[in-house]
Each structure stands twice: as structure tokens, then as C-alpha cells.
């Protein structure tokens, strides 16, 4: 069974930094890309980054390029998201999410066949 436990969430002030850890298990790391995805008042969701399994390399969307830094550690099997000069707009929930199928190429727009951690609330106070 697929687990993703997302944490590092808190209350941080404008201009501040947070990082943000995703355990995951359950599956063959390697074998999936996996992404940050946060999810806004409203249920607007948006994608924030990607690790692609094929090359490994690391995507950013527009919201995240420059501000917010993914990365992995494949012997914890576990993906990082660190963020920082965060802002008031940047409170949301943020989810890692593994992207089905295998192999699936980075994208920014979640499917509900994707698996999903809880989450871990973000705030940023003004």
C-alpha cells in the first residue's frame, strides 16, 4: 500500500522559510514521478514541482521557479520541498503526490488516480 506523510508545516511569517518532507513507501521509488502540489481556500489546487522518474531531473512550475527548491533522498526514500521568501498567498495545505502511471511524465494539473498524502498546512502570516 501506497504512503505518502507529508510534514513540516507550521506558522511562519512573511519573507520567512519553511521545508517540507514527504516520507513516502509502499511502492517502488524510482518507478514514479512525484510532485508538490498545494491545495488553496476555495480547493484551487496548483502544482508546484516535480521529480521525473525517467531523468531525474526537477520541474517547476511559474509559482514555485525561484522561491521553492525540490529534492530527494532515494536512500530514505523521501522528497523535499524547501520554500522560502514565503508570503501570505503561499498558505495553503501542500501535498506530495505520486503520479500514475509508472513513468508518467512531469505535469502540474493532479488526477484523482494519483496517490495523495494527508498533507501539511502551511500559513504565512502577514
Known amino acids: 500500500e501506497v504512503e505518502l506523510v507529508e510534514s513540516g508545516g507550521g506558522l511562519v511569517q512573511d519573507g520567512g522559510s519553511l521545508r517540507l518532507s514527504c516520507a513516502a513507501s509502499?511502492?517502488?521509488?524510482?518507478?514514479?514521478?512525484i510532485a508538490w502540489f498545494r491545495q488553496l481556500p476555495g480547493n484551487r489546487r496548483e502544482g508546484l514541482s516535480c521529480?521525473?522518474?525517467?531523468?531525474?531531473?526537477?520541474y517547476y512550475s511559474d509559482i514555485a521557479m525561484g522561491r521553492f527548491t525540490m529534492s530527494r533522498d532515494n536512500a530514505k526514500t523521501t522528497v523535499y520541498l524547501q520554500m522560502n521568501n514565503l508570503r501570505p498567498d503561499d498558505t495553503a495545505t501542500y501535498y506530495c503526490?505520486?503520479?500514475?502511471?509508472?513513468?508518467?511524465?512531469?505535469?502540474?494539473?493532479?488526477?484523482?488516480?494519483?496517490?495523495r498524502g494527508q498533507g501539511t498546512r502551511v500559513t504565512v502570516s502577514s
Open positions: 503526490t505520486v503520479l500514475r502511471p509508472p513513468k508518467t511524465p512531469c505535469r502540474f494539473l493532479s488526477s484523482d488516480r494519483d496517490y
Open positions: 509502499g511502492y517502488t521509488f524510482g518507478d514514479y514521478a
Open positions: 521529480i521525473s522518474s525517467s531523468d531525474g531531473n526537477v
